[in-house]
């Protein structure tokens, strides 16, 4: 007997690519993004021409035209938009839901408005009483549509529902591994977009191997430090959705914010970078986001202070390496 079909809500490349993969697996999925003009050519051409033209999708993957339709008997939910839409998103579809929903996502930064974790804005808007689950780590859409052996973390406080998720996810070639960290995931996975904006300004400036090592495990530093005094655990930090997906963002330029930095080391402005790129670069918000949660809590962040800096000062990039390498050097 199939699940209850699972409703991917952004139609973009990474929702379009979770619901092929879940699709492969033989998961009904149903797919509903806000542009009518994209869902319709969706529906028509069996293909997502926006990201992935040349790949047909997959007859278990029901491209919805009509939201309140594609929420009927779906008790789970999975959002793939950016952070700045989530909290209206769910402002949106709460009207529509009906009892025993429970709410996943796959976004990766804060909420604009608060700066809070996206857990808290899931229960501000749906209720505190509503499962919530998280699926973090080191994956790049196209990779996962292609079916290459890849790892996540999903996190979660709700042990059914992380269940229910790892049956419908995990195969031979996507592994899923287990956390109850909700603040760590979700920090790791909005600091990571930052620091890739950094490695790309520093290889962007012509630095090589050893710069971009450097700032990566400072940048690890500082992402823990943070964490600890949000109440996250140190591991989680040292996994998939910590060290992992900083690594994959800040080493490949399939990376949307590693090749936004790219762009600034090599002397363009923010926005003709955020141009060239073309598409939504989560760690320009999440730059400010971060800057403003480490001030109030008096934790220490270099790398993300220059790169906020950059971004919303117009500091030059060669001052921001000059200012990071005058810095007095503490203990490991």
Not at 258 to 270: E, M, P, T, V, Y
Request: with cysteine.
């Amino acid at each position: 007997m199939l699940s209850p079909p699972i409703l991917i809500i952004g139609a973009g490349s990474w929702g379009t690519a979770l619901a092929f993969h879940l699709a492969n697996n033989g998961e009904p999925v149903r797919l509903w993004g806000h542009s009518s003009s994209h869902l319709h050519d969706m529906h028509n051409t069996r293909r997502n021409t926006l990201y992935f033209p040349d790949t047909i999708l997959p007859p278990a993957i029901e491209i919805c035209l009509d939201l309140q339709s594609a929420l009927h008997t779906t008790s789970d939910i999975f959002l793939a938009v950016p952070s700045h839409a989530f909290r209206e998103t769910l402002q949106k579809i709460a009207p529509l839901l009906h009892q025993d929903v429970r709410l996943a996502w796959g976004t990766k930064g804060l909420d604009p408005h608060s700066g809070k974790c996206l857990d808290s804005v899931a229960s501000d808007v749906l209720g505190a009483a509503i499962p919530l689950a998280v699926l973090s780590g080191p994956t790049f859409a196209r990779e996962v549509l292609a079916g290459q052996p890849t790892a996540v973390t999903i996190a979660s406080r709700n042990r059914a529902f992380f269940e229910d998720l790892r049956k419908r996810f995990q195969s031979l070639s996507f592994r899923v591994y287990p956390s109850t960290d909700l603040i760590g995931v979700q920090l790791a996975g909005t600091i990571k977009n930052i620091l890739a904006i950094a490695a790309g300004v520093s290889d962007g400036l012509g630095y090589g191997a050893n710069t971009r090592a450097a700032l990566i495990t400072r940048g690890l530093a500082e992402m823990t430090r943070l964490g600890l005094l949000l109440g996250a655990e140190k591991e989680t930090f040292m996994g998939l959705a910590g060290i992992g997906d900083l690594i994959l963002t800040a080493t490949d330029n399939q990376s949307r914010n590693r090749r936004f930095g790219l762009f600034i080391g090599q002397g363009k402005s923010a926005d003709s970078a955020a141009k060239e790129v073309g598409q939504v670069i989560e760690g320009i918000l999440n730059s400010q986001q971060v800057y403003r949660l480490a001030t109030q809590h008096q934790a220490s962040m270099p790398i993300t202070t220059e790169i906020y800096h950059i971004l919303y000062h117009h500091r030059a990039p060669h001052e921001a390496v000059r200012a990071l390498l005058e810095r007095e050097p503490t203990s490991e």
